[in-house]
Each structure stands twice: as C-alpha cells, then as structure tokens.
Nanobody, 126 residues
Framework: QAQLVESGGGLVQAGDSLRLSCAAS????????MGWFRQAPGKEREFVAA????????RYADSVNGRFTISRDNAKNTLYLQMNSLKPEDTAVYYC???????????????????WGQGTQVTVSS
C-alpha cells in the first residue's frame, strides 16, 4: 500500500527556517510529479510548490517563491521542502502529494493528485 509520511514541522519564530521531508513507501514515486500544499484553519488547501519526476522542473506559489525550495531524492524515495525566512502567514498544516500524468497540467490543483500524506503542522510566531 502506497504511503506518504511528512515530518519536520514545528513551532518556529518569524525569520527562521524549517525543512520538511516526505518519505514514500509501498511503491516508488520516481515517475510521479510531487507537490507540497498547505491548509490554514478556515481556509482551503492551497498549492505551495511542485516538482517533476526528475527534479529538474519546479513551480512555486507567488507567496513562497524565493523563500521555499522543493527538491526530491528518487534514490531515497523522499521529497523535501526547505522553508527559509518564514512568516506568520506560513502557519498551516503542510501536505505532500504525488500525481501521475503530465507535470505541466493541473499541478496547482489538489484534486489532480493521487496520493496524499497525513500532514505536518508548521507554526510561525511573530
């Protein structure tokens, strides 16, 4: 059974950094595009970043571009999100997800993803 498990969340102060990890098991996701989404209380789940199967192509939400970096290690079946210069508005539950199909179509849309992790909480205090 395919499974994605996030880790690395926590409570930090504004300006700090965190690195999230997403470990995949049960199958290899090396052929899948993968992404990070987040959901704050009372808000819809929103796109944060996505990476294609090889790691060579990435996309970011405007709100995190220049501060966050998505990467993957297919040998370890693991996805990462390096988050720098964190802001209070980055506070949310962060989810990793995997999807088959063309990377360039619908990578921002949660419903286009086939597998999801359970989420990890990131809280940024001011």
């Amino acid at each position: 059974q395919a499974q994605l498990v996030e880790s690395g969340g926590g409570l930090v102060q504004a300006g700090d950094s965190l690195r999230l990890s997403c470990a995949a098991s049960g199958r290899t996701f090396s052929g899948y595009a993968m992404g990070w989404f987040r959901q704050a209380p009372g808000k819809e789940r929103e796109f944060v970043a996505a990476v294609n199967w090889s790691g060579g192509t990435t996309r970011y939400a405007d709100s995190v571009n220049g501060r966050f970096t998505i990467s993957r290690d297919n040998a370890k079946n693991t996805l990462y999100l390096q988050m720098n210069s964190l802001k209070p508005e980055d506070t949310a539950v962060y989810y990793c997800a995997a999807r088959a199909g063309n990377f360039y179509t619908a990578y921002r849309i949660p419903d286009s993803y086939d597998y999801w992790g359970q989420g990890t909480q990131v809280t940024v205090s001011s």
